[in-house]
């Protein structure tokens, strides 16, 4: 008895540790296990993935471009960029003659994204920054992106408020909804279609439309409202906004951006990333 009782609490501790690694990557755990999850995969993230480039064209690279039309020199946002698929598959596009910026908190996927987009190295930018607090005025991208991500953030409504803001009125939000078999089990994190088109029709956005994608995740498209004003890029240190304490714009002197409202400096890595996360400056300090 004493034995198949042991067997049990076995069997109930491995499906525990399945779901909360293997489903939910870590993220009831907190940011810090999904982002170690995340730099220890960092290396084999690609071969995991397998990404179709043709399907990532047809699907993100070339429709995402087509909306930019209007604009000469678009400015995108990926939020949770991890290797640079986005905007490998944006900037592949002969049509898209503007800029990328990634976002993500894994540092060692950051590495990697660089490596992957160097054909692409004076369009892109990464920052090292987590999505809960965009490093970003308001009203600053023709478009943001957010792809296979908001499950695994601590407040996923949080990160879209905070993705809407730094869009400009007119501009287009691209990121995907979690709805295959394992939705279900991420409660808080992973929404019903309705829901989660409820939840993007609370904020300023109009025209939201979701079509099919993968069996894991619907693409949902949005605008967000407003008087259409200028868009374009524009230069980092005018749209970087400090995110400890909100001051902007962030000059450049001595490889950092450099907030003059708290004298934080964010330095720039020798491959390029801007160490904007609050463990850069731990690591500094120490």
Not at 133 to 156: K, N
Request: proline letters at 8%; hydrophobic letters at 45%.
């Amino acid at each position: 008895m004493v034995w198949a009782l042991a067997g049990v609490g076995l069997l109930l501790l491995a499906a525990l540790a399945y779901w909360q690694l293997i489903i939910a990557e870590g993220t009831y755990l907190g940011p810090r296990v999904v982002t170690l999850m995340y730099n220890w995969a960092a290396s084999a993230y690609e071969h995991i993935k397998q990404f179709d480039p043709g399907a990532e064209q047809w699907h993100l690279g070339l429709p995402l471009a087509k909306s930019l039309d209007l604009i000469p020199a678009p400015f995108v946002l990926d939020v949770g960029t991890g290797t640079g698929r986005l905007p490998r598959a944006l900037l592949f596009q002969p049509r898209f003659r503007g800029r990328v910026v990634g976002v993500d908190l894994s540092r060692r996927m950051l590495d990697h994204a660089v490596r992957l987009n160097d054909p692409y190295a004076g369009r892109v930018t990464f920052v090292w920054q987590d999505a809960q607090t965009l490093p970003f005025q308001d009203d600053t991208f023709d478009a943001v992106t957010c792809l296979e991500v908001l499950e695994f953030t601590p407040d996923p409504e949080a990160v879209i408020e905070e993705m809407v803001r730094v869009l400009r009125p007119g501009g287009v939000l691209l990121t995907s909804n979690r709805i295959g078999p394992d939705a279900p089990f991420l409660p808080g994190k992973a929404f019903a279609p309705h829901a989660f088109h409820e939840i993007l029709e609370r904020l300023p956005l109009e025209d939201v439309k979701a079509q099919d994608w993968q069996i894991d995740y619907d693409l949902v498209w949005a605008i967000k409202r407003g008087t259409v004003a200028g868009g374009g890029v524009r230069p980092l240190p005018e749209v970087l906004r400090c995110p400890a304490c909100g001051h902007s714009p962030l000059p450049m002197r001595d490889g950092a951006y450099r907030c003059t409202g708290c004298g934080r400096a964010y330095p720039v890595a020798q491959n390029g990333v801007v160490e904007m996360a609050e463990r850069a400056h731990q690591r500094a300090r120490g």
